[in-house]
């Protein structure tokens, strides 16, 4: 027998993930105008998301367990390969660019500058979180009247401004200090 209702839960997860392999697909799609890092962690989730879809497909055809299952596997292992081989590449580019950038006796390249955007996405990420848990909070007390709702849906707003507020105060000093040559 099928398993068509995991097969469905399947099926939406991966037709959603469309937001991941169709931006990776058009990385592949660009060639040799994308470093060779980028390609690799493009192929890394296409390879993922393929898994997924025939992991599906399986699930309505096959009678037995092991046949989704292997592919699940074989996908999981792919994807794990080419994932850590582009992180491998990705960290050998940075070092070549450093390496280039130290010869010309210039400032360091901005490839560092990654390291704030990942301070401003987590600072974003905990401001979202706080604020859907705040909002669960307040609306699961109950709220009764005018004021109560008003301030349920105007604290999460405060919360996540403040995260906001923070995380842009923070890329501004990042940005300051590199126009200024100072290192960070």
């Not at 898994?51 to 055809?61: I, M, N, S, W, Y």
């Not at 009678?63 to 994932?83: M, N, Q, S």
């Not at 500058?113 to 600072?123: E, F, I, P």
Request: charged residues 15%.
């Amino acid at each position: 027998m099928s398993h068509p209702f995991l097969a469905a839960g399947s099926g939406l997860v991966t037709a959603s993930g469309c937001v991941w392999y169709v931006p990776a697909l058009v990385e592949l799609r660009a060639g040799a105008d994308r470093p060779v890092s980028r390609r690799m962690a493009a192929a890394a989730c296409v390879s993922g998301w393929t898994a997924a879809a025939v992991t599906t497909v399986l699930l309505l055809v096959a009678e037995a367990w092991w046949p989704p299952c292997a592919a699940v596997g074989a996908g999981t292992v792919a994807t794990a390969v080419l994932r850590t081989g582009a992180a491998v590449r990705r960290r050998r580019e940075e070092q070549e660019a450093a390496h280039h950038w130290a010869q010309l006796g210039a400032l360091p390249h901005p490839l560092g500058a990654g390291d704030s955007r990942h301070v401003v996405a987590v600072l974003i990420g905990c401001g979202l979180v706080t604020a859907v848990t705040v909002a669960t909070i307040k609306v699961a007390a109950g709220p009764e009247g005018t004021s109560e709702w008003l301030a349920a849906a105007v604290t999460p707003a405060a919360v996540l401004g403040l995260f906001l507020a923070v995380a842009f105060a923070h890329g501004r000093t990042v940005h300051r200090r590199d126009r200024n040559g100072r290192a960070r």
